[in-house]
Structures are given as structure tokens and as C-alpha cells.
């Protein structure tokens, strides 16, 4: 039979705010471990959590970013469970009245574009974390290291509505895209500073109801999240066609295997005894706080996509990519500001620019080279100091060595050639050395252009510009 | 109020003007208390930990201040505070195995404002296992005595703390009062005891049981020490979230005002049967004494009152299992050996560090919280509970304060409710609806039964009416004179 894929995702992202979200302690990640602690973090006793205004102003613009209702009055709850990391034995976090509600992310998968709910967004606190003792010393042992706990948290819960894999890896693009935007969160699955849950069911397909769902969690990445939907996809339909039943549980992602495996079952699923917080007042975020944030978003990726598009004639696809990340939106703002064509700027953009940040793994923060230097580039090339080809070796060497392009083009001797009388007479030589190809081009063999241009650049070492080599060799065999 | 040729019949108000004058010493007033300590402690043991050292100390320092010519309202005076507040680099064990070894690694605010006063501690006093308790029967440690009979419970769960001032160790000493913790030891050992309003003093430090009605509240042998106390611990502290910002008055002048054109509610509730006869007389003792000082004297209604007891023990039960939660043998307390793996851990740690009434409210509170059961109990529950509060609004737009029994009767036995937990829980029966309405409460001495035992009286005021309780409190003080035991 076929089926079809109900998929909703429940994405943590941690808040990067310079403290933590109930005490002073640092958020800083990498630090040695538990020297961002204080007694309230670790859950001493007697303490008493006192809210990070930080913290809610972000989560509130991270809420009317993506278009959520937020609640003007609030509350925290308690979620119990025992665990090691969990020092106080509860997670302070949100449940019965969350920060906001009926959130919705429009995306485009295939060309199509759809709109994707979001249920809730939620504050919360991080745990810490366990360190086995195989690195530590003694592998008997494992240790708790607090540093995390108490990191600030914005669970954002979706809806239902993803019908593939290619819809919610959309989801989680635009979800990180408007986030980073906001500069409310790195947004690093692999560092953990944003994960994803998927809640996933398959049905026949043309039916209303729902399956019955597993929860698949520890994906560390995007791709990783795709993999194991369509694991579940699979496992799902096949487990159905057999006639067997999906049971509700929890799965872990295992990555090296590419398979999900099971964590635990819905009997064996906590009790969180969810109860309201009683060491916390309700919060109340009005209405003049929401206007506030709205007012201080910045031009957000859809937006700044549709003036891309209008304001520099580029394509939409083009746009997608560029703003898809905002330090490439702007490397590219800047390019063309600095005087390249925007659609030049564009293809070189979404090919070496972002070839280059992949192989480095880094950010542009801090760009090997800079927009001013592209623009720079791309002039040279629409004036005709170099050509296509030739730049793509500038290039090469302006990302080894950081030197300015015009530096690089007088080092390695690379002006092209656009003097027509010097080429001309490169051209004679060959026509005169090849009179078979000559021959054999009038009879109607014009593919041997190919030929001549190739030999031109050989005689001139590649130096000679090939719109006016292709011109030149246009006018003398045709004559 | 008896003369005194040491500080043991001396209250703190007098205490530390004899100090300051330089009439005595700090050193002498916590020397001479230690020693009162050392010979009775034997037989009353309201103290887990003693620091003598330490006390005698900081007397030195205070006298050191007093030289210099500073003055503090209690500069040098010593007190005594319950072990489940904390106090940088000394014991904090709440009275349970699971922290018998626990230091505490910073101070509750209400500690240092103590402190901060000038007073002088002299150690951490006993209490029920976690404040759960109403008779001090569930220290891990033994129970106290009541300075009256040792024969008979000091109440509790703060019943160290309220011996201690009793006995005449220390004129102040800190409770808290999560259902009656202050008011129900102090009318068992005939002192006064106030809880404050809920976000009067802050919780911050203070280990907790049932974070939605804890409160810090001090205890006196007269309603002036008492008000000098509050004066130093009350107050908005940024640590404590629920701690409420709004000026601390100066209970002292509440101290110096009367009770004209009170009007004091008498609610029919609180005189039912199963009320001794004796608790009675001295509740309508104390009505009489209001309206000879110029009070009108009024019956009232607080129809839901016989609800207290059931949504207390559902609210109080269900935080406490999640407060308690922390004490998982991970990170500090008593970890046991035995038990495989983290579970076994978890469970092994907590069976032997927790004592039966603290496992028993843990797993009430673990039930009604559970799936399925929490509209039933716990949102019914929270429900009832402004019911409760609004039945108090409702009274306050009548009358300045209310005056009932604090206890249905005087002190019992050793072992006389320990069988029976639910004969316990009703000891707190006037007790716990102030915890419930978040209002003050006081407790002063009434009067003594036939067989010589304390009984007191309660009062209660409207949401940060403090004055009021003091002003009424000290009216009625004035009208009576109360003994001290004899030990």
C-alpha cells in the first residue's frame, strides 16, 4: 500500500544569552566542566530561581518572528523526573500556558510554496550533562557536568502538517534562518545549541486519520533528520503491510548504523507530574512589549528574498540561497554595493563564496575575502582586464594568500590580451600554419572554431581575451 | 515579666538596651546562655548543633562594635534559628539522615538580615524531619522537650526553635510555618510566635517543603521582641521571586498603638467540638480582654474552613515531592551503597536518608500529581484553596483581625499521635488556613491548662497587616501577665 508521512517536529534552541536563565552563572560553552555554577544551578538547597528579563526578550522576539500569538499572561511549570544531569529534580519549563501559541513558517519545497504551523513556543531551562569515565580517568565512573544547566531554552513545538522529509528539513532551514536573523541563537545542532525532535506517523494514503506515532530523537544535523524520517517512513509501512502495528515509543537516531532503534515505550514513559511553578510568578508580557519587539525585528528572509529579487533582478531561486543565511545576504549586499553587477555577484556568490565557507567550516564573520575584493574581481572581468577563466585562478590565489585581486593579476603577469592588432596576427600565424582545419571550416566543419580558439589561447598563453579572439577568427574564415 | 539575674527571664528589647549601655556584655548575655544551654539541653534538646566558638566570637565582635559606639537593634543579642535555614560553612540537616553531613554553601537572606541586626547566633535547633511534623517527633536526631513538661511535645515542626525561647536559651529564635510550624510550638511552649505574611520575609535559603506556604516567622516571649525580629528579617529580597516589594513598616509603632474600633471576628468555624473546653476559655479570655481595651468583638464566618485540612495535605504534599526531589544522592547528602545501578541508587539513597512521614508525604504528593489524578486533587484542590482565601477577603472587609484557638488542645503526650498520621495532621486544623490565604498569623500565649500546660491563641490579619496583628497582639500582652516555667 502507500502511505503517507505525518510529521511533526519539536526543535529546543538554546537562547544565547551571557547568562543563564534562572541565575548569574555563565552560558559559555567549552568552559572546563562545572566553572559556571553557582548553588542555584546546581540545585542546592534552599535556593530560588529568579528570571533572566534577557531571556524572555528573546524568546518573545523569536515568537513574533514566526508569526505566534504571545500570551500576555503565562506561567511556569515544573517537570519532574529523576536523572543525574537534572540537579533539582525538576525542569523548570513551561506547560499548561506557554509564552505563545499559533505561530506559522511559509516555505518553499519543489517550487511549491506551503505554510507550515508551529503549535507553541515555550521557555525552558537546559540540563546538564553526563561524561562517561572512559575520558575522564575512571570508566567505572560517570560524571555530571553542570555547566549547561540552567542555559536558556525556546522549545518550538510544530504542527503536524509536514508531509516528506524535504518539508520538514524546509521547516528546520526556515526555522534556523529566522533565528540567526534574529541573532537570538547559533543555532549549532552539531555543539547541541539547537536539536530536533521528530514525531512521526504514516497512513494510507487518502486517509484522515492518524497513525499511531514514534518520537525519534538525537539527530545531530539536518541530513542525519532526513535519514531518519525516511527510516521511519519505511519502517512504518513495512511493519503496517505486514500487518503488524506501529507501537507508540520513543527511538534514538543511531548514525552510524542509519537506523532508529528504541529507547523506551509509552507504558514505560515518564510521569512528569507537570504542576505549576510555585517559586515563580505568572509572567506577564503586554502588549506594548510585544509592539516593542515587532518593531525591532529586523528585514526577516522572506522579506529581504522579495527585495533581493526586486531590487537587484536576480532570480528568485538566486534570492532563496542568498538569504538563506544572513552573513550571505549581506556579503552579497555589499559586493553590490561595492559596484558588482548583483546577478555576477550572485553566481560567483552562491559558487565560490559559499564553496569556500563549506570547505572552511567557518562563518563569514571574519571572511578570507571580502566583498569589496569580489566586486573588485568582478569588475576586472566585465571590463575586460581579465577573463572568466582567468579570474577563477585569481581567485584561487586570493583565497590562498588574502591579496587583493588587482595585486595577484600584476604578480602572475595575468592581464588579458584585448589588444586587437596583437591578436590579429596570432590569428594569421595559425590559419596560415593550418590550412587543411582552414579547409575543412569553410566546407562546413564549424566546430573546428573550437580549434582555432584553443590554439590562440595556447600561443598566448590564455592571455588573450576570447570575445575579441572569437570575433577576429568570426570575420577571417568566414571571409 | 519577671526579674532576672541572667538574661533568661530578659526579653531582647531590654536585653540589648542593657548591652548597648554597656550594663552588660554580649559576651556575658551569650556566655551566660550557653551555659543555661549546657545544663539543660541534657533534658530538652531544642538544638541539633551548638556553635560556641562561633557565638562567643561574634559576641566579642559585637561588644568590639558597641565600643566603637554603633547601634543595631539587636547588636549582640543572642538567638537561635531552625536548622532548615542555611548559614555559609555550618550544618543545615533539616533534621534528616539525608543531609546529616550537609554544610550549607551560602547564608539565607533571612539569616543575614538576623545577622545583619547585630544578633549573635547560637546554633540550629531542632525541627521535624523537613518541617513536616507537628510535634518535633520526626527528627532524625530525637525529638525536644517542652521546657513546660518534658513529659509532653514542644509541637512542631519547629519545636527546637520554640523551646529554646521557652527555656530561656535565647529571647528570639527563627520557625517557619508551612501549616502552623511557628504558631502551634508556641502556643505548646507559651511563647509568641508570628507567621508572616506569604512574600514578607524572603524563602531564599530556607529549604523547602511546600513553596507555595513557607514562610520564615520569629519567635519571642513578648509580642515587642517578636515585632524587633520581624523588623530585622522582613523585607523584598530580588533572590526570592515571590518575595513581595513593599516597604517593611516599623512594627514598633505598631506596638504602641490600641485596639479602639477594632473590630475582631470571631469565627463560629473554629469553635467546634473536638475544641477543649480549657482552649475555649482562654480564646474567649482573650476576646474579653480586646473588648475591655476598647475592640468590638464580632462572630464571623469562614464557611470553608473544614476543607483546610484536606487541600493543605494535597498542595503541601505535592510540592514537597518535587522540593524533595534534589535529595537524590548525586551531588550532596547521604548516597547509599547498596542498590544496583542509578535506580538502585536513587532508591537506596532516599529509603535510608528519608524518615516514614517525609517517604509518606512524598508519595501522597508523587500520587496526586500523578497522570490522571491531578484535576482530581490537585487543580480541586488549588480550587478550594481560593475559596479558602476569599472567605478570608470576605472577613476582612469586617473586621481589623480574627481571634480563634491555635490548637484544638494544649500539649500532648510523646507517642500519643504518632500511631495515628491523621490525628497529627488535625493538631494543625487553626493553623493551616492562614498558610492557605497567604495571611499573617499569631500566636500568644492564653493562659495555662489544669495540668499547667500553655495554651494560645491565634490571631490573623489581612494580606500584609502586620501592624494590626502586632497592635492587637500587644493589647491583649498588656492585659495579662504569663508565666515563666519553672525548670
Sequence with gaps: MKYEPVIGLEVHVQLNTASKIF??????????????????????????????????????????????????????????YFYPDLPKGYQIS????????????????????????????????????????????????????????????????????????????????????????????????????????VN???????????????????????????????????????????????????????????????????????????????????LLVGAEWVERAKKSLPELPDAKRQRFVSSYSIPLYDAEVLTADKPVADYF????????????????????????LKERGSELGRPPISPEMLAELLKMIRDGVISGKMAKDVFAEMEATGKNPADVVREKGLVQISDESAIEKSIDEILAANPEQVAGYKGGKTKLMGFFVGEVMKATKGKANPAVVNKILSKKLSS | ????????????????????????????????????????????????????????????????????????????????????????????????????????????????????????????TNMDEFAMGSSTENSAFGPTRNPWNVETVPGGSSGGSAAAVAAGYCPISLGSDTGGSIRQPAAFCGVVGLKPTYGRVSRFGLVAFASSLDQI?????????????????????????????????????????????????????????????????????????????????????????????????????AEASSNLARYD???????????????????????????????????????????????AYYLKAQKVRTLILNDFREAFKKCRVILTPTTPTPPFKFGEKTADPLQMYLSDIFTISTNLAGIPGICVPGGLSSEGLPIGVQMMAGHFDEESLITAAAAYERTRSFPSPKI
Excluded at chain 2, 56 to 80: F, M, S, Y
Excluded at chain 2, 341 to 368: C, Q
Design chain 2, 1 to 124: 515579666m519577671t526579674a532576672a539575674s541572667d538574661f533568661s527571664g530578659d526579653t531582647a528589647a531590654s536585653l540589648s538596651r542593657r548591652i548597648s549601655s554597656g550594663e552588660t556584655s554580649s559576651v556575658n548575655a551569650v556566655q551566660k546562655a550557653l551555659e543555661r544551654i549546657a545544663r539543660l539541653e541534657p533534658r530538652i534538646k531544642a538544638f541539633i548543633k551548638v556553635e560556641n566558638d562561633d557565638a562567643l566570637e561574634e559576641a566579642r565582635r559585637a561588644d568590639e562594635r558597641i565600643a566603637k559606639g554603633e547601634r543595631l537593634p539587636l547588636l549582640g543579642v543572642p538567638v537561635a534559628v531552625k536548622d532548615n535555614m542555611l548559614m555559609e560553612n555550618r550544618v543545615a540537616t533539616c533534621a534528616s539522615k539525608i543531609l546529616e553531613n550537609f554544610r550549607a554553601p551560602y547564608s539565607a537572606t533571612a539569616v543575614k538580615k538576623l545577622r545583619a541586626a547585630g544578633a549573635v547566633i547560637l546554633g540550629k
Design chain 1, 333 to 356: 549586499e555589499r559586493t553590490v554595493q561595492a559596484g558588482a553587477d548583483p546577478k555576477t555577484a550572485s553566481n560567483w556568490i552562491m559558487t565560490e563564496i559559499l564553496r569556500v
Design chain 1, 200 to 282: 512521526i506517523s504514516v497512513r494510507p494514503a487518502g486517509q484522515e486519520k492518524f497513525g499511531t506515532r514514534a518520537e525519534v530523537k538525537n539527530m545531530n544535523s539536518f541530513r542525519n533528520m532526513q535519514k531518519a524520517i525516511e527510516y521511519e517512513m519505511a519502517r512504518q509501512s513495512e511493519l503496517l503491510d505486514e500487518g503488524g502495528r506501529v507501537v507508540q515509543e520513543s527511538r534514538l537516531w543511531d548514525a552510524n548504523r542509519n537506523v532508529t532503534v528504541s529507547m523506551r515505550s509509552k507504558e514505560e514513559a515518564h510521569d512528569y507530574r507537570y504542576f505549576p511553578e510555585p517559586d515563580l510568578v505568572p
Design chain 1, 94 to 197: 513551561m506547560y499548561e500556558l506557554p509564552l505563545a501559541v499559533g505561530g506559522r513558517l511559509e516555505v518553499v519545497v519543489d517550487g511549491k510554496p506551503k505554510t507550515l504551523r508551529i503549535h507553541r513556543i515555550h521557555m525552558e531551562e537546559d540540563a546538564g550533562k553526563l561524561v562517561h569515565g572512559e575520558n575522564l580517568g575512571d570508566p567505572a565512573h560517570s560524571y555530571v557536568d553542570l555547566n549547561r544547566a540552567g542555559v536558556p531554552l525556546i522549545e518550538i513545538v510544530s504542527e503536524a502538517d509536514m508531509r516528506s522529509s524535504a518539508e520538514a528539513k524546509a521547516y528546520m532551514e526556515k526555522l534556523k534562518s529566522i533565528l540567526e536573523y534574529l541573532e537570538v541563537s547559533d543555532c549549532n545542532m552539531e555543539e547541541g545549541s539547537m536539536r530536533v525532535d
Design chain 2, 217 to 317: 516567622g520569629p519567635f519571642g516571649k513578648t509580642v515587642e521582641d517578636v515585632a524587633l525580629a520581624m523588623n530585622a528579617i522582613g523585607g523584598y529580597d530580588k533572590m526570592d521571586s515571590t518575595s513581595v516589594d513593599r516597604p517593611m513598616p516599623d512594627l514598633s509603632e505598631a506596638l504602641k498603638k490600641d485596639v479602639k474600633n477594632f473590630v475582631v471576628g470571631l469565627p463560629r468555624e473554629y469553635f467546634v467540638e473536638g475544641v477543649a473546653p480549657e482552649v475555649r476559655k482562654a480564646v474567649q479570655g482573650a476576646a474579653d480582654a480586646l473588648a475591655r481595651e476598647g475592640a468590638r468583638i464580632e462572630e464571623i464566618s469562614l464557611p470553608h474552613t473544614e476543607y483546610a485540612i484536606a487541600v493543605y495535605y494535597v498542595i503541601a504534599t
Design chain 2, 329 to 375: 544522592g548525586v551531588k550532596y547528602g547521604h548516597r547509599s551503597g547498596g542498590g544496583e545501578g542509578l535506580e538502585g541508587m536513587y532508591s537506596f539513597s532516599r529509603t535510608e536518608g528519608f524518615g516514614p512521614e517525609v517517604r509518606r508525604r512524598i508519595m501522597l504528593g508523587t500520587y496526586v500529581l500523578s497522570s490522571g489524578y491531578y484535576d
Design chain 1, 23 to 80: 541565575c548569574g552563572c555563565s552560558t559559555r560553552f567549552g568552559d572546563e566542566p562545572n566553572a559556571n555554577t553557582c548553588p542555584i544551578c546546581v540545585g542546592m538547597p534552599g535556593v530560588l530561581p529568579v528570571l533572566n528579563r534577557e531571556v524572555v526578550e528573546k524568546a518573545v522576539r523569536a515568537a513574533v518572528a514566526t508569526n505566534c500569538e504571545v500570551a500576555p499572561y503565562s506561567r511556569w511549570a515544573r517537570k519532574n
